[in-house]
Every structure is written in C-alpha cells, then in structure tokens.
C-alpha cells in the first residue's frame, strides 16, 4: 500500500502536465487560424494611443498583490490571461502596460508562439522598428519595438521566477517613458 501516495502523486503531475500542454496546443491551433486580425490589431494600437496618457485610462481595479503599483487593465490582448497596467511611483520608472500568456514547462513549448506573436505586431506596426534584445537574467528570447515616439513594445519568452507555478511564459510589455 506504500506505492499508492507515489502513484497519486504521479498521475497528478501527469494530469497537470496535459493540462498544461491543452492550453498550448489549444493557442497553437488558435494562432494557425489567426493572421494579423483586425480585431487583434486594434487592440494593439488602442494600448499603443493609451500610451500618451500613461496608460491610466484603461487602468481598472488594483491588484492586490501589486503594491499599490499595479491595476487590472481594462483592455487586453487575444489569447492573454492577463493584462496590467503599472503606475510606478517612482517616475524614471516611467509608466507601463504588461499581458502575460499561459505558462508552459519548457522554453522550446512557446517558441513557435512567440514567433507567431512577433511576426502579428511586425504586421499591425508596419513602420516600427525591431531589434533583439536579452537585457533581462530570466529572459530566453526577446525582440523589442520602437517608433519615433516614447513608446515600445517588448515580446519576451522568459522563465517565471515562482516556486509555485514555475516554467516559461510570453510576456508582452508596452513601455511609455
């Protein structure tokens, strides 16, 4: 009777595990469909124009956990678990919107959807420029996209720091200085 608790545990990394694989295979076969949508791209250049204004008009509810910083944003990107707005109170920090992806266990996992992701903002930003960018300990892969404003995007593939739910995500980042 000693293997049943091992076995339990076992078939539950197991049931997490497909879970966790569901969720990506499930954007993978979403983002085949997808090409630069129209819907996809306003909302892209809507937080782009919330910019100027620092992003507090699409700043909801505050988050809990965000130290007084950070705010439920009330416009979000397709396929993102969530999006926050972060109103730093120290202002060098500048202001920024950030939405997060679902987490997958490995790196190689979110490859093809973070290519997919870089390739649909080069499509609704035509006249940004990109370049690469690994300025971050945690981050695998990152591509960044300015204008001739105050604004850029960021799409970073990094590792969660969370011993709870630990793995990668795609993290896109909406910066205005």
């Not at 979403?30 to 129209?38: E, L, N, Q, W, Y």
């Not at 988050?63 to 993102?80: H, I, K, M, N, Q």
């Not at 370049?131 to 990152?142: F, G, P």
Request: glycine share 6%; net charge neutral; proline share 5%.
């Amino acid at each position: 009777m000693k293997w049943i608790p091992i076995f339990k545990e076992y078939v539950d990394r197991q049931v997490n595990e497909y879970q966790r694989q569901m969720r990506i295979n499930e954007l993978q076969s979403d983002s085949s469909t997808r090409t630069a949508s129209s819907e996809s791209c306003d909302s892209i250049q809507r937080i782009v124009s919330e910019a100027e204004y620092g992003f507090r008009r699409v700043a909801g509810r505050r988050d809990p956990d965000g130290g007084g910083e950070a705010f439920y944003s009330t416009v979000s990107l397709p396929g993102s678990e969530e999006c926050e707005v972060w109103l730093y109170r120290d202002r060098d920090l500048g202001k920024s919107l950030a939405c997060d992806f679902p987490v997958a266990p490995t790196s190689s996992m979110l490859l093809p959807e973070f290519d997919r992701l870089t390739a649909h903002f080069k499509a609704c930003l035509p006249s940004w420029s990109s370049r690469s960018n690994s300025s971050h300990s945690n981050t695998v892969k990152d591509l960044t996209f300015s204008s001739s404003g105050k604004t850029s995007v960021s799409i970073r593939l990094m590792q969660k720091r969370s011993s709870r739910n630990p793995g990668y995500l795609i993290s896109i980042w909406f910066d205005r200085e």
